[in-house]
């Protein structure tokens, strides 16, 4: 776990001192974060990683979790596929067994945070002990085209919290309490970002058997039809008609969704064939994925629907040059013609590959810029200045605060 | 190298941290625009027309607001575009009369062309209203003299130069950026004051800003 004095080499000593600065203004506060899980999933990485380091920079942060057992985690993960927009039967059984969970739970948790943060719809009842402390709701979910059933059904407990959190603008909704808009971040320092030796590049593509003969083209993203990797196999043909390259599509995807096995299979037959095309079932190994992003020539990623994407962050942050869809959370970290490209078809897509794979200066000066974007604005040492703010803001309705 | 002057009054430098507030407004099209560009508060006019520096600081400079961008590459409307993103913003002295420049400056596009009315952003292309929330913090840097004034900023981060250029002139109100004032109140040089005042900061990213202020400073220094 990297300490805090790392990230001076990467981000400055002043953006650090900031830090500090923003942790002596909450001294005497304790933050209390509260989610479902210690290990696996995004919102359990975020915080193993900024619970840490808000300690060390002197802000008192504890992290509790709730309990659920299968049929509780069954339902709430049927709400995460409806918020997403899926559609999805949630029946009254549903509603009565996360209401009954919930109970428990709100009987159960000790809460003592001056500041209560509550993460994802699954802890999101506790709001029923706010007492005169202050409770935020961080939406890790887009939320941007939601099941109404299920929104309805959460907004009740959303509208009690003091603020909610989004992490793209899209996904902000009609609510009577303040809205905050906090992006996610890379962790400069992790070994899916961190700079790697060539001997250990090189290894990774020995393994699979990836020559570095002419430009790789690469989408890391597991096998699902929103991620659209017959669409980038489609795009790297066209492209290939003109210029020599190579396509990896390297992800994982979950043994128990069979919808993510056929898929793969689908990718496969339409791969066969042409040996310049890598598929690569990936299992969750972070140096790998950093291996493959930084041998790449051009970073891709072609999805149709999009949280936030940070794996367009992770190639930017390698000053790759990067193609990718105009969803999610994408155009935030991709401005057009600036930081890379943008596109909405797969026509689109390998037109763009093709102006990048002719034009290695411009390709160049592209990544060089998304490297910088990324380093200003979506590093966790950012993500960790939003959450300080954020708690100060609790306390002040001005627009112009002075600590 | 000449001695320096000690200033009467030393210069603290601030730091402005921000946060961004959603409103949960979003336009579909130019008239919704310029609907709640009437409506929305001070702090999101100030939001939509200074991300760009803060957000894309290393680039070249770009259209410093966000109006600009998405009625050219969201409508198409290159023309209302070129007109909004040309508004000089350092021009005026408070955000409301920026608000009006820009009210002013669709409803002028407006009636030439009243057909822009009927163009829709595609969906998940709205424009979507945020506000700016600025803590301003004091650091510890002090400078006592221009020697000292431009060793910190060569290490003081974007932010606060930001915030004594941009922020304090136009949000804060007080007509002048804080470099300019402090120069000419506290070391008496009111040519390099003025030198600095006509600057135009939003033509130039803030990295390019710091040098161009550290060369000024420099230049001055060793007359």
Redesign the interface.
């Known amino acids: 776990m990297a300490r805090i004095e790392e990230y001076i080499p990467v981000v ?4 650090i ?2 830090l500090r ?2 942790a002596e ?1 909450l001294k005497g506060k304790v933050i209390q974060h509260i989610n479902s899980t210690s290990v696996g999933g995004g919102v359990a990485e975020i915080l193993n990683c900024m619970v840490p380091l808000l300690k060390e920079l002197g802000v008192d942060t504890r992290w509790d979790l709730i309990k659920g057992g299968e049929q509780f985690f069954a339902v709430t993960k049927k709400f995460h596929n409806a918020l997403h927009g899926r559609s999805e039967e949630i029946t009254q059984r549903d509603l009565d067994i996360f209401t009954e969970t919930s109970q428990k739970n709100i009987e159960e948790v000790n809460i003592y945070g001056d500041i209560v943060f509550i993460h994802d719809p699954q802890p999101i009842a506790l709001i029923k002990k706010k007492a005169n402390n202050k409770w935020v709701w961080r939406c890790h979910i887009d939320v ?1 085209r939601p099941n109404q059933k299920i929104w309805e059904f959460l907004k009740d407990f959303v509208i009690a919290y003091d603020a909610a959190v ?1 992490s793209a ?2 996904f ?4 009577p309490i ?5 992006s996610p971040s890379i962790d400069p320092l992790s070994d899916k970002n961190k700079e790697l030796p060539q001997e250990t590049i090189n290894s990774v593509l020995i393994k699979y058997n990836i020559p570095q003969d002419k430009p790789i083209i690469t989408q890391i993203s597991r096998f699902d039809r929103l991620k659209d990797p017959l669409g980038v196999i489609q795009a790297y043909k066209q492209v290939k008609r003109y210029i020599d390259c190579r396509l990896i599509l390297a992800g994982g995807t979950a043994i128990d969704d069979p919808q993510g096995l056929n898929v793969l299979e689908e990718v496969k037959e339409k791969a066969k064939g042409d040996s310049d095309i890598h598929i690569l079932l990936l299992p969750q190994n972070d140096i790998e994925v950093n291996a493959l992003q930084t041998a790449s020539t051009i970073i891709v990623q072609k999805s149709i629907r999009e949280g936030f994407g940070l794996t367009v962050a992770e190639g930017l942050w390698k000053a790759k040059p990067v193609v990718a869809s ?2 999610g959370g994408i155009p935030l970290q991709i ?2 013609k ?2 890379g490209l943008l596109c909405y078809s797969v026509e689109g897509a390998a037109f763009a590959i093709k102006q990048l794979l002719n034009s290695p200066e411009y390709a160049k000066k592209l990544g060089e ?1 998304g490297r ?2 990324i380093r ?2 979506f590093l966790l040492t950012r993500h960790l ?2 959450y300080m ?2 708690f ?2 609790l306390y ?1 309705n ?6 | 190298m000449p001695e320096l002057i000690e200033a009467k009054e030393p210069f603290r430098f601030y ?1 402005r ?8 407004l979003r336009a579909s099209n130019i008239n919704q625009l310029l609907d709640l560009i009437k409506q929305v ?3 999101s006019i100030y939001h939509h027309t200074h991300r760009f520096l ?7 400079p ?1 259209p410093p607001n966000d109006f600009a961008y998405w009625t050219s ?1 969201v409508l198409g409307e290159d023309e209302l575009g070129e007109r909004l993103a040309s508004i000089d913003t350092i021009q005026f002295p408070t955000i409301r009369s920026l608000r009006e420049a820009i009210i002013k400056t669709i409803e002028d596009f407006l009636k030439n062309d009243p057909m822009a009315k009927l163009k829709f952003a595609r969906e ?3 424009f ?1 209203f ?8 004091p ?2 840097y002090v400078a006592h003299n221009l020697g000292e004034f431009v060793d910190i900023l060569r ?6 130069i930001y915030f004594h250029i941009f922020e304090a002139r136009l ?2 109100e007080k007509g002048n950026n804080d470099f300019s004032y402090w120069i000419e109140s506290s070391i008496g040089n009111k040519r390099l004051a003025d030198e600095i005042a006509r600057l135009d900061p939003y033509t130039r990213t803030l990295e390019n800003l710091r040098k161009t202020l550290i060369k000024i400073i420099e230049r001055k220094i060793s007359i």
């Open positions: 400055g000593q002043s953006v001192d900031d600065l923003l203004s941007s989004f603008p899209g902000s909704q009609k609510l303040r809205q905050f808009l906090i105009n969803v401005k057009h600036y930081s810029n910088e974007h200003s604005n200045r939003d703010l954020l100060l803001s002040y001005e627009d112009i605060v002075y600590l | 730091t941290l921000h946060l961004s507030e959603l409103t949960g508060p001070g702090s803060q957000q894309h600081q290393y680039l070249s770009e590459e998940g292309a709205e979507h945020i506000r700016s929330i600025s803590f301003i913090l650091t510890n290490k003081i981060t974007i932010d606060s949000r804060l």
